[in-house]
């Protein structure tokens, strides 16, 4: 692309990209030409997901030394200390992010500078998309465009090894929110600690619902600007009677690195939240999901207080979707936020395998399409279940917000035939459907109707 434009020259290259596929999916270059196509996308009763699409034209060899050297820690080491389990650990094979991707497109981290210009360029979504929608827009954004990578991946592996530690606390085994430990168990449980003021302090940190039931993630403070990663997940190990660090090395300008990312996205969040925008969050290669869906969850519990700002995704590709959407529902049940979800099938499939296969780990993903259309299936229904029990106990349905991003007629087909089996009506305003700009508008228009 970048010969081609060196030839042909700026205005000559534009016009051509426009006749092809670009003209086609893209909405336009800028906030001002993209205006015709919301409004004819608003005559049909369309809305638009914003979702700035600019992608560096980087060779595969640029790719994996950008992504090498972002994801490395300038400690050597893990956060953890100990070596990082393989689906967390970076492999230089499954560097270029975009390998066998071709719905999403990939962000490289460069530095702090090129991350703030794509926030200022999100803050610049937000304002085109409520100034072209009058409220009622969706702008779509990833994490990984905000920070270091390497802060998400080695983040995951903390994340998973607390949700651990916090199952053994509980005693439980599978889901823990099936647990009913209380504070007072875990006081007791505790009790032995020869630093009793840290202990309280851990206790501090941990909700609990108001029949004293834990809350299972007591990480709430991964949002706050100030937070400091290492202090963050010191636990009690029972094992020694003595704290202990979950992240055990993070240099200071890692850390400074991670409040940056946090800060970026509080700006983004607040921004939608007084534009009354809704801000979508995209899910990632399952190496970052543990992060970015904890953040995002935290989010939502911060700005949801009173409407769905905030949107996680949910690939139903994966083996635990159902059980992770179970989770944080009850979590926004228990904690009173509005719960917002896209639900996707996922678009990382093949490199997921591919990483799982090489790397030694168990494969992240259902074993087929028809695995995934169960799990998508399911997990909707699940949320339409509990939109229902909303709605007849005379609390607000919107509670529940959910998006239906998909192409498939049948997974669109199926979301209307269940909602009029349970009785979720369109008026109720709490589903939508997404689907990206061409890609089957006979699908979205007459739905947009
Ligand atoms: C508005 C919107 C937002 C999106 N946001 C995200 C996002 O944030 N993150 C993300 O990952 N994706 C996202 N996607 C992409 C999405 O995940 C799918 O890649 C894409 O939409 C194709 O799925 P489908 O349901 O539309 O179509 P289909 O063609 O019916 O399904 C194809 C999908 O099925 C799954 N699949 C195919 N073969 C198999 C198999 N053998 N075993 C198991 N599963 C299989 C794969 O996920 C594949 O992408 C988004 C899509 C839309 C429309």
């Known amino acids: 692309m970048k010969l081609t434009k060196a030839i042909m020259g700026d205005k000559l290259f534009v016009q051509l990209m426009k006749s092809t596929f670009y003209g086609h999916f893209v909405a336009g270059e800028d906030r001002f030409l993209i205006v015709p196509t919301l409004e004819r996308l608003r005559s049909f009763g369309v809305k638009p997901i914003l979702d700035y699409s600019v992608e560096e034209d980087l060779s ?17 080491a893990s956060l953890s200390g100990e070596p990082a389990s393989a689906q967390f650990s970076v492999d230089k094979t499954f560097a270029d992010r975009r390998y ?6 990939t962000y490289f981290y460069l530095n702090e500078a090129t991350c703030e210009r794509n926030m200022e360029t999100f803050l610049e979504c937000l304002d085109a998309v409520k100034g072209a929608t009058f409220g009622t827009g969706i702008t779509a954004i990833k994490l990984t465009a905000l920070g270091r990578p390497q802060l998400l991946l080695q983040l995951s592996d903390v994340i998973m090894q607390a949700r651990d530690y916090m199952k053994q606390l509980a005693g439980t085994h599978g889901n823990v929110l099936t647990h009913h430990k209380t504070l007072s168990d875990l006081e007791r ?10 202990v309280q302090a851990f206790l501090d940190k941990i909700q609990h619902d108001k029949d004293g039931i834990l809350h299972l993630f007591p990480w709430s403070g991964i949002i706050n600007e100030d937070c400091e990663l ?8 029972p ?9 055990s090395q993070i240099p200071p300008k890692e850390e400074e690195m991670f409040r940056n990312m946090i800060r970026r996205l509080n700006t983004i969040v607040k921004a939608a939240q007084d534009l009354d925008v809704r801000i979508m969050i995209d899910a990632e290669q399952t190496y970052f999901q543990p992060a970015i ?7 939502m519990r911060k700005y949801n207080t009173e409407k769905a700002i905030v949107f996680n995704t949910y690939q139903c590709y994966l083996k635990n979707t159902y059980k992770e959407v179970c989770t944080d529902l009850e979590q926004a049940k228990r904690q009173h936020f509005y719960f917002g979800a896209k639900l996707v099938r996922g678009a990382y499939i093949e490199q997921e395998r591919a990483r799982a296969a090489a790397l030694g780990y168990e494969d992240p993903t259902n074993p087929s399409f028809e695995a995934t259309t169960e799990m998508y ?29 998909s192409h498939n007629e049948d997974t669109v087909r199926f979301a209307i035939e269940k909602m009029n089996e349970i009785g979720i009506h369109p008026e109720d305003k709490v589903i939508c459907f997404g689907q990206l700009l061409g890609m089957c508008d006979y699908i979205t228009f007459p739905l947009g109707e």
């Open 100 to 105: 066998k991707v071709q719905s999403a497109r």
């Open 377 to 405: 299936h399911k997990t909707l229904t699940e949320c339409l279940r509990r939109i229902r029990i909303l709605k007849d106990a005379g609390e607000d349905p919107k509670k529940i917000a959910i998006m239906v991003a």
């Open 239 to 247: 094992s020694t009677g003595q704290m202990r660090r979950l992240i």
């Open 293 to 299: 869906s904890r953040i995002t969850l935290e989010m």
């Open 189 to 198: 449980y505790l009790s032995n600690f020869s630093d009793k003021k840290e």
């Open 60 to 76: 595969q060899e640029e790719a994996e030394k950008r992504e090498v050297e972002a994801s490395v820690s300038s400690s050597g």
């Open 230 to 237: 290492s202090d963050t997940f010191r636990v009690p190990d």
